[in-house]
């Protein structure tokens, strides 16, 4: 669903001061939601987790601008934020996460748009280079096509299932949800959960091998 430009947008952005510029001001693990939408989760989860440093990432300036007026009142020295598309954010954060959220992404449920879909081959291939460590990858979708497509696509890209959920619990406390998820929850649709992991290479199975 499309969002039409709000009339401060402009503004809203400009005088944004959390656009991420390489600025954390420790170590801690880098956690990126990407599709932020309009904020929700990304900073219920900056005020949950002090310890860890949150970026989230929105295509949409137009969605930006309402994440930024929620985000703004707390000035959080843990959370920044990019406009920009997933495909393009090598440059800006290689090596540097250690966990990616994909909440409510489009399902891009014609075949011929699979490659947009953010599991598919092409953007889980740009992702190998944003991870510092291990790779993890957390999902949640209403989409039942999406879920099965990322599932497949997830392990033959090398990721193991730690986590699977048909129905996630909406009592869970360590579950901060998305405006599209409490949405989806009251009209009674089923959310689908996963964490996907994939180790990182250490060289030591090559070197086994010779």
Known sequence: MRIRNPKDKDEVINNCNFFYHDDFINNNPIHLEIGMGKG???LEMALKYPNINFI????FSSVASF?????APYNLPNLRIIIGDAIDLGEILKNKISCIYLNFSDPWPKKRHAKRRLTSREYLKSYDELFKDNKVIIQKTDNDELFLFSVTSLKEYGYNIEEINY???SEDPNNVMTEYEEKFRNKGIKIKYLKAVKLIDTG???ENLL
């Open 40 to 42: 929700k989760f990304i």
């Open 56 to 59: 989230g990432v929105e295509k």
């Open 67 to 71: 994440a930024i007026k929620k985000i």
């Open 167 to 169: 129905d996630l619990n």
């Open 204 to 206: 030591k199975e090559k």
